[in-house]
């Protein structure tokens, strides 16, 4: 298998995954071409800084592993009736004290059959900027016991 680094220059883009096989890591080119013996493959797709890949999860796919497999319970609970509706990644808008901060997209938004709604967030790492967010959509739901949030390590 072939998985050296290859850093030639530093004009060139960072690491990239050849998307032709996991196996290969490779470089950008100038001419967008892998750099793998025999490949000879142009698409690339440029990693993650925080190393998660891209998992498929049914017809559709998440951004990490954690995030698809929480997913998988959740449709599991659907099948048996406990939840009702899961949407994923819905934009929210965050508004404190009436004021419009940003939008973010919490992983999933379900609805459970006896009425209460949860945010569900699959978070490997807690960044700075998704803890403010986080408790800001917490603060704008804090008076509505019927919304839950749940972060899954």
């Known amino acids: 298998m072939f998985k050296q680094h290859f850093r030639s220059s530093k004009s060139l883009k960072p690491e990239s995954v050849c998307l032709c096989s996991d196996s290969y890591i490779a470089h950008w080119t100038p001419t967008r071409s892998c750099v793998a013996p025999g490949c000879g493959c142009t698409g690339f797709k440029s990693q993650n800084k925080h190393n998660a890949r891209i998992t498929p ?86 008076g509505d016991p019927s919304i839950k949030f749940r972060v899954v390590k």
């Open 57 to 142: 999860c049914g017809d559709h796919s998440h951004r990490s592993g954690l995030e698809a497999r929480v997913c998988a319970d959740l449709h599991i609970l659907k099948k048996v009736g406990e939840i009702t509706d899961i949407k994923r990644e819905p934009r929210t808008k965050l508004y404190l004290d009436g004021v419009y901060i940003t939008a973010i997209r919490p992983d999933f938004y379900v609805t459970y059959a006896d009425g209460t709604h949860e945010y569900v967030e699959a978070k490997g790492q807690e960044l700075g900027n998704w803890k403010r967010n986080w408790k800001i959509l917490q603060k704008m739901h804090a």
